[in-house]
C-alpha cells in the first residue's frame, strides 16, 4: 500500500504532477541538505494535510481490516477494501501504463544496478583497455584540450544565443569580434540527453547513448579512452562528491589520473566552499609536448542561485522577478569563469581545443528548476560552445569545417563522447559511428530522432523555436 499512497501523495503535494522512476533515483543521489532545501520550497500546509490524510487513511484501513474477522457477515466491506488496495497498486494514475508503481519500482532498482555493475565490470573494461590500446588510432592526439560541464545553464537565458540581456559579455565578444587566433562555434539547437544531473553527464562522458543498445557497463568513458590515447587527464571539480558512492559520475571521475575536488562539503551539502572562479587556480600545469585532456565540473548555475556568485556579480537587479535576476547574473558569473579558464588554456602554446555545454538546462522564468514532474523545454536546452585554435584548426581542417556546416543541427549532449574522441584524435576505428558524430560530414541525426530521457521526450515537440542564429 505504501508505494501507492507514496504516489497519490506526490500527486497532491506537487499540485498534480506524478511520481517518476527519475524522482526517486534522486533521492539516491542527493544529500539531506538537497532535500531540506527542496523542502522548504515546498507548500508545508499541503504536506502536512497530505501527511494527515494518508495517516488517516491507514488507520481506518487497518481498522477495517481488523473489524473483518467474520467475513461473511461483511463482505461487501471486504469486497470494498480488497478492490481498493488492488486499485491503490495497480490502478494508480493509470494514464502511464498498467501498473505505474510497480513499473516505477522495476525501473529503480534497474538502474541502481546497472550503477553497481558498472563499478563492478571496472577491471574487465580496463583489462579491455589494454588491448584497445593496440588498436586505437592516435596519430591526431597532441596537445592540450579542455572540457567544462556547467550546472543548471539554460541556453535561452545566454546572450550569446539571443537572450534579451547581455548575460555573456565574454562569449559574445568572441563571435562578435572573432579573433584570428581562435575559431569558436556555437550551437543553438544542442539538448541535454536528461534533465537530471546523474543521468545526464553519464550519457554525456560514457559510450553510452540513447539511440544505440550499449549498457553502461559495456561503455567506456571519456576518460578511460582519453588516458588509453595517451592523455594526462585531469577531472576538476567545484561540486560535492555524491553520497550515494556507486554512482557512475564517481565512475568516470575516476577512470582520470589526477582528481581534484576543491568542494570541501564533500557528500554533506550543496553548499561550496569556492565560487566556481576558483577552479582556474586549480589549472594544471601542461607540459609542451605532451597530450593533456582536463575535464571541469562546474557548479554552475545549480539553486540557490545567490550561493553561486560573489556579491561584486550583483548586476541583474531591475527585472520584476528576483529569482530571474539572480538565475542572470549567475550566468554572467559562469561567462566570467569560463573566460577565466579559457584564458588559461589559450595561454598554453600547444592549446587545441576548449568545450563547454551544461548538464542540463533551468525553468527560472517560471520558478523550476529542473525536475520531470514539472517538465518544461527550457530544462533540456543547453548552451554548446567548441571553440579550436589556430593550429588545431589549420591542422584538423576537417573537423572544424564539419562542425560549422553541422552547427545548427539538432543535437543531444549523449553524442558528446562521439565529438570528443573525434575531436581528442583517440578513435577506436572499429567503434566508430560517423552518424552520430557531429564532427562528421555523416552527421544523421535530426529533430525527428533525437530525445530527452530516453524517449520520454522527443525533441520536436519542443514548444519555442530558437532564434535562428549565425
Ligand atoms: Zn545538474
Known sequence: MLPALLAIGYFVVSEGHLLSADILLTLFQTNYEEIKAYLVEQ???????????????????????????????????????????????IGVLPRHSSCFVLNMIIRVQET????????ATKAIRQAHLQE????????????????????STTRGHLGAFGYKLDT???????????????????????????????????FALTEQNQYRDKSL???????????????D???????????????????????????????????????????????????????AGKKTFIIFHLMGCHAVYIDRYPSSFDFFKDGADQRVNQYDNCVRYNDYVLSLLYQK?????????????????????????????KYTWNMPRIPFVTIFSKKYAQKHQDVVQALQANHKAYWTSDLLYNLMVHVLGVRNISAEDPQLDLASPNYAMTKDMLMVAEGTFYIKDDDIQDPDLE
Not at 61 to 80: A, D, E, S
Not at 144 to 150: C, I, K, M, P
Not at 217 to 231: P, R
Not at 271 to 283: G, H, I, N, P, S
Open 345 to 373: 588554456a589559450a595561454a598554453e602554446p600547444d592549446f587545441m581545443s576548449f568545450t563547454f555545454l551544461s548538464d542540463h538546462g533551468e525553468d527560472p522564468d517560471k520558478g523550476l528548476t529542473h525536475d520531470f514532474s
Open 43 to 89: 507548500n508545508m500546509p499541503l504536506w502536512g494535510a497530505s501527511v494527515f490524510v494518508l495517516l488517516v487513511l491507514c488507520v481506518a484501513l487497518g481498522r477495517l481490516i481488523t473489524k473483518l474477522q467474520t467475513p461473511v457477515r461483511h463482505t461487501k466491506c471486504f469486497v470494498f477494501v480488497i478492490l481498493f488496495l488492488a486499485y491503490l497498486f
Open 112 to 119: 541502481l544496478q546497472s550503477y553497481k555493475d558498472y563499478n
Open 168 to 202: 555573456t559579455p565574454w562569449l559574445s565578444g568572441l563571435l562578435q569580434n572573432p579573433s584570428s587566433k581562435v575559431k569558436t562555434i556555437i550551437y543553438p539547437h544542442a539538448y541535454s540527453s536528461n534533465i537530471a544531473t546523474v543521468k545526464s553527464v553519464q
Open 217 to 231: 557497463a559495456d561503455s567506456y568513458s571519456l576518460t578511460e579512452i582519453a588516458s588509453a590515447g595517451g592523455y
Open 132 to 151: 584497445l590500446r593496440k588498436v586505437l588510432k592516435t596519430d591526431n592526439a597532441e596537445g592540450l584540450h579542455v572540457l567544462v560541464v556547467g550546472e
Open 233 to 287: 587527464t585531469y577531472w576538476i571539480s567545484n561540486q560535492k562528491q555524491f553520497n550515494y558512492d556507486d554512482i557512475p559520475i564517481t565512475g568516470i571521475a575516476n577512470g582520470a589520473a589526477k582528481r581534484n575536488y576543491i568542494n570541501d562539503y564533500v557528500g554533506h551539502k550543496t553548499l561550496t566552499t569556492y565560487y566556481d572562479e576558483k577552479l582556474a587556480e586549480y589549472f594544471p600545469k601542461h607540459e
